[in-house]
């Protein structure tokens, strides 16, 4: 920022404001330094080009001080759209896309392709090194068949198709990459034991994958604020217990319900916190990673 004669006052107010934010920071830098943080990318906000290079732009200055940031992305606005294009209809079942053959070759095509190289692509024009794997590459994500429930209890199972859920992840695909300066991008595509491939959901892949890595931290980024109580009031952290009876009793309901299962997973198999972001906040992962009170809700065990 360059000093003008007008606002004197303002422009050091503001470069001072910087400085407290910089040394509110440097704490932080030392705790996670040498850690690993398994981000999920998605939401609306990712298919907005200044909303991506804005989370490179972060994802780089993570992995600059010494973090080990693995980015997981979503993409189904944009699989719904090319499905759209191509006039092929998408019938969903309790949130769930039933996945065709026609149908799952458009999910590969649009999250191992478009999508996936669009961050690494962000990602080096931010100054960093990224590469972009699905998770059949090197088996990183073995998966099985996930079959919906019922419209109500006791109503069989709903064939969803090319919809999977991780069986195994192979540590060891990711981690080549930690001890060097290349950030891993991964779509959330797994691979069966027949080699057939399967459509996983984002949260699911990026929770699976933090736990197989032994990750201080899942970061979820998603289009609502966090964990609400009942008068919509933001819920900033959470132990798995208090989250547990807030489903019990109602309080999360719909698609927020899966995401905390997610989250309760990850820290149940020895992630030592899950975070529900809004990705669309500038700068949401600084905030939460290296300001006091961070934003959105956190999980712990």
């Known amino acids: 920022m360059i000093q003008t004669p007008q606002h004197p006052e303002r422009t050091r107010s503001q470069w001072i404001e910087t400085a407290r934010t910089l040394a509110e920071a440097l704490p932080y830098m030392r705790q996670f330094a040498g850690q690993t943080f398994v981000i999920k990318f998605g939401g609306h906000a990712m298919g907005q080009s200044e909303a991506g290079s804005s989370f490179a732009r972060d994802v780089m200055l993570i992995k600059q001080v010494g973090i080990n940031p693995v980015v997981v ?45 669009a961050i690494v692509s962000d ?64 779509a959330p595509i797994g691979i069966g034991a027949k080699g057939e491939t399967y459509n996983i959901n984002a949260d699911t892949a990026a929770g699976a994958i933090a736990a197989a890595l032994g990750a201080s931290k899942l970061i979820l980024m998603t289009d609502v604020e966090g964990v609400l109580d009942k008068n919509k009031v ?16 109602g ?51």
């Open 123 to 186: 990602i080096e024009s931010a100054g960093g090194h990224a590469i972009g794997i699905s998770g059949k590459d090197g088996r990183l994500i073995e998966a099985t068949k996930l079959m919906g429930k019922g419209a109500s209890d006791g109503d069989p199972a709903v064939d969803l198709g090319f919809v999977g859920e991780p069986a195994r992840i192979n540590p060891h695909v990711l981690q080549t990459f930690l001890t060097t300066d290349v950030i891993p991008v991964v």
């Open 73 to 117: 992305h979503g993409g189904g606005p944009q699989i719904g759209e090319m499905l759209k294009r191509l006039g092929i209809e998408s019938r969903f079942e309790r949130g769930l896309r039933v996945t065709d053959e026609a149908t799952v070759e458009v999910v590969e095509m649009v999250l191992a392709g478009s999508i996936n190289k």
């Open 251 to 301: 309080t999360i309901t719909g698609g927020m319900i899966p995401k905390v299962e997610t989250c309760l997973d990850a820290v149940a198999e020895g992630v030592r916190s899950a975070h529900i972001l809004d990705g669309r906040i500038p700068h949401v992962l600084l905030l939460e990673i290296f300001t006091e009170h961070g934003v959105g809700t956190m999980i712990r065990g």
């Open 234 to 249: 933001l819920l900033p952290s959470l132990t798995q217990r208090e989250t547990e009876r807030l489903i019990k009793d």
